[in-house]
């Protein structure tokens, strides 16, 4: 049986939790390998509905969940999440998620920083989650980072924290923000690690044996291809990579661990924060597509700008994500609409473009090139077949499997788990 790694492949919340959650069934082990608490995963399950930000989705199915080394990882939300969980009646316990060892920190004064520096851009912000991902990953590979294995070294914490001060404290200052005082953070720290330490180990060990004993593995991605810190819409991205080849890295495995890649995409599309956005619709089809598709951002709240496919767009996420197939979701919420829009390319102070270039001026000017496609008047909500969908809907997959030279294996219908077409299981070899 292959290994799974789920990606978005757009700029994010585009109905991975489903996915995951329902693929993650099937798996022995869910591994989260990059981003941090800016991802936000609903999960319906009967009449519970939960909202994860850093566990692995499978802890809900009771899988082992791993957070791999290139999650960045904030101790304090991280418990939090496990007791919001036991409210909700799910106990995560170290038999049941286990933390990479040599995976960074992130601190409050991240948190600190991200929001300081976000209020100093003004008008050029990049509409962060205001969590600190990007400064934990500024520090990890500043080679200043405190990660979880120095919880167990009171004495590694004390250089550690005066290196990371002397840099974030004058930048701080110079911010005119707050300083933090290393021995606050010192005991915080100290205070955290008994709580910390019983889940840490070293994942790749497990990994390694996982994959000997031929468990199943789903690799969980979260954020998107187009908020990849290299290849997504530089610099409103996140700071991490999120294509599948960071599967491998951020787990501790080789590449070809990865196993099969599937691209998670909606049916339209849409991107919370800042950042050129080409289908971007600002009337009232853009508003509509919002309302029935509730799309509010699951972390912060925020509404989500809301516009057309973009299949150029998706297209550039399949060949540099590695996605092989694509799950479509939302596909209802283009119900009864008259007529569709696909965009299939760029036009840049008038030349054409099949991609999106990496210029942020040129990327903000970017007109969208569209083909109209006619819509369909019936349902597609709840669908469980190819058979029970309108005849114009499944032209438009078609079409969309033609211009992101992708197929599309997996179908969601609805939120519920079991309204979903599977053309090809994953998980086969
Ligand atoms: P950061 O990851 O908090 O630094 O935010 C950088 C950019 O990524 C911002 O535009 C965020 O809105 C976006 N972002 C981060 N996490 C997610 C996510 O899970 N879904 C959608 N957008 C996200």
Same mark, same amino acid.
């Given at each position: 049986m292959a290994n799974v790694t789920i990606i978005g492949?757009?700029? $994010? =919340?585009? $109905?991975k939790g489903k996915v995951v959650d329902w693929l993650a069934s099937r798996a022995d082990i869910v591994v989260r390998f990059q981003g941090g608490h800016n991802a936000g995963h609903t999960l319906v399950v009967g009449n519970q509905t939960y909202k994860l930000s +850093?566990?692995? #989705?499978g802890l809900v199915r009771g899988k082992l969940g791993i957070i791999g080394n290139g999650v960045v990882i904030d101790p304090s939300a991280l418990l939090l999440e496990i007791e919001r969980m036991r409210d909700q009646g799910l106990h995560i316990t170290p038999e049941t998620l286990r933390i990479a060892d040599n995976a960074p920190l992130i601190l409050p004064v991240h948190a600190a920083i991200d929001r300081a520096r976000e209020a100093a851009r003004g008008?050029?912000?990049?509409?962060?989650? $205001?969590?600190g991902i990007g400064p934990a990953y500024e520090d990890k590979v500043a080679r200043r980072a405190i990660r979880?294995? *120095?919880?167990?070294?009171p004495e590694t914490l004390d250089w550690r924290l005066d290196e990371l001060l002397l840099h974030h404290n004058t930048l701080l200052a110079g911010l005119g923000a707050e300083t933090f005082e290393k021995q606050t953070l010192r005991n915080d720290l100290i205070a955290l690690a008994p709580q910390i330490l019983p889940f840490a180990e070293p994942v790749w060990e497990r990994l390694a044996e996982a994959r000997k004993s031929g468990a199943r593995i789903l690799f969980e991605g979260a954020q998107a291809v187009m908020l990849d810190? *290299?290849?997504?819409?530089y610099p409103y991205v996140? #700071?991490?990579?999120?294509?599948?080849?960071q599967a491998a890295a951020g787990a501790g495995l080789? %590449?070809?661990?990865?196993g099969r890649v599937l691209g998670i995409a909606k049916a339209y599309c849409t991107r919370v924060g800042s950042g050129p956005f080409?289908?971007?619709?600002?009337?009232a089809t853009g508003r509509l597509l919002g309302e029935r598709g509730h799309?509010? $951002?699951?972390?912060?709240?925020r509404a989500r700008r809301c516009g057309w496919f973009d299949a150029a767009l998706v297209r550039q996420a399949v060949k540099v994500g590695g996605i092989q197939g694509l799950a479509l979701t939302k +596909? =209802?919420?283009?119900?009864?609409?008259?007529e569709l829009k696909i965009g299939i390319g760029y036009r840049i102070d008038g030349a054409e473009y099949r991609h999106l270039p990496p210029g942020a001026a040129a990327q903000a000017k970017a007109e969208p090139i569209y083909e109209t496609i006619e819509g369909w008047s019936g349902s597609t909500r709840g669908?469980? #077949?190819?058979?029970?969908? %309108?005849a114009q809907a499944i032209k438009y997959i078609r079409r969309i499997e033609e211009l992101v030279?992708?197929?599309?294996t997996l179908l969601s219908?609805? %939120?519920?788990?079991? *309204?979903t077409i599977l053309m090809t299981d994953p998980f086969a070899d």
């Open positions: 492949a757009q700029w $994010g =919340d585009e $109905g +850093l566990l692995p #989705s008008e050029r912000r990049i509409g962060t989650t $205001g969590r979880v294995c *120095d919880l167990a070294e810190v *290299d290849h997504g819409t996140t #700071s991490s990579n999120t294509v599948a080849g080789g %590449p070809d661990a990865v080409p289908t971007e619709l600002s009337d799309e509010f $951002g699951t972390v912060t709240g +596909l =209802d919420v283009l119900d009864q609409m008259q669908a469980r #077949s190819y058979a029970e969908l %309108p030279e992708c197929p599309v219908t609805s %939120p519920e788990r079991d *309204d």
